[in-house]
């Protein structure tokens, strides 16, 4: 199959149903699911709700390349890219079709602190603005979830809002939520090579 995007140490590429099974390894989790927007306590619940073509569609696994090159890739996270329309006057609608995607993304614990994840989201927002030709990418998370927004601001994502007690956790408890977003011409003016 071939890869969306591949790095130093990762693949990234399209997730297909067989997959499924993999991904739920490190989403049942219990540090994992209580992030997730979506944690079916099921795999059979889990198993139907990636069927679906258009979840489907949005997910990519995260595989770690074998040392020297021999072996097999190893399944270590996932990553959602769905790409949306920008908000736009009705009269300019068209312009604003499929310009930028909400990213999501969830590595298995075993994996964490090594990088991965910085190395993974960082080549899909170089895919994004490069081979998709998108113009934004954004992503949100809980604000009890520093991983995830350190994460954000270690990419030069800019802090967009930060809301308090918006989103209804399953636990019953009212969470503060924070969204990050980045534009084209900035990710271009982070990645390019300084002079002098």
Known sequence: MEALVRTERLQIRAMTESDIDAMWEWRRLPEVNRW????????????????APERLAAMHLVELLPEGGEGDLVPIG??????????????VADQAKDVEAELGWVLDPAYTGKGYATEAIRAVIDVCFGALGLRR??????ADNEPSWRLMERLGMRREEFSRK???????????????????????????????
Not at 38 to 46: C, G
């Open 36 to 51: 997730l927007g979506l944690a079916p306590d099921t795999l059979e619940a889990f198993r139907e709700r990636y069927r």
């Open 137 to 142: 990418v954004h992503a949100g998370c809980f």
């Open 166 to 196: 918006t989103a209804l956790h399953r636990s019953g408890e009212w969470l503060d939520g924070m969204n990050y977003g980045i534009l084209a011409e900035e990710w271009a003016e982070r990645s390019a090579p300084s002079l002098g």
């Open 78 to 91: 996932d990553i959602m890219i769905k790409i949306g329309d920008g908000w736009a006057q009705l009269e």
